[in-house]
């Protein structure tokens, strides 16, 4: 599926923030099976999809994340790559997700534009952004480490302190 079938033009992407389900795709080889998980996800109330293949080579992460970008499109429902910014630029997607070892927030608000979604991996107090860093307007916990999980209480405290020091 080409950039122009899944309408670009046609961005749901809003400043107005989201609430609801943020749904994260599994590692998928097949894209039909991956296309009916999404579908269901979408009408089970998905308001964002981030779109997350870390075994797939880049020829199989383009197809699948253009046939997602048109399902999104259909749905109105942003699209949010995971860790690809050339991926999400050649497919038009509403956003990108950074992580750990990925381009820096500024590189990819560049290339991505001030219009995009542009969320990044908290993994814990002292990963949070340098006050020189423009704070991304998304921001997700990391998997939890196998280690005995910290109450709800503790948990909100945790990210209300990182999303205080993002913002400097």
């Known amino acids: 599926m080409s950039r122009a079938q899944a309408k670009p033009e046609h961005r749901v992407v809003s400043q107005a923030g989201f609430r609801g389900l943020y749904a994260v795709t599994p590692d998928e080889p097949d894209i039909g099976l991956l296309v009916r998980k999404v579908r269901k996800a979408l009408a089970g109330g998905a308001r964002i999809l981030q779109y997350r293949n870390k075994s797939a080579n880049a020829a199989l992460r383009r197809e699948q994340g253009a046939a997602l970008l048109a ?82 209480k503790q948990r909100v405290r945790r990210f209300r302190s990182i999303a205080r020091r993002a913002r400097g």
């Open 71 to 152: 399902l999104c499109r259909e749905a109105r429902v942003p699209l949010v790559i995971n860790d690809d910014l050339d991926l999400a630029r050649a497919i038009g997607a509403d956003g990108l997700h950074l992580g750990r070892e990925d381009v820096s927030i500024a590189v990819a608000r560049a290339q991505l534009g001030e219009d995009r979604l542009l969320g990044v991996s908290c993994y814990d107090s002292s990963s949070s952004l340098s006050p020189r860093e423009k704070p991304a307007p998304t921001m997700s916990p990391s998997a939890a480490p196998s280690r005995p999980r910290p109450s709800r």
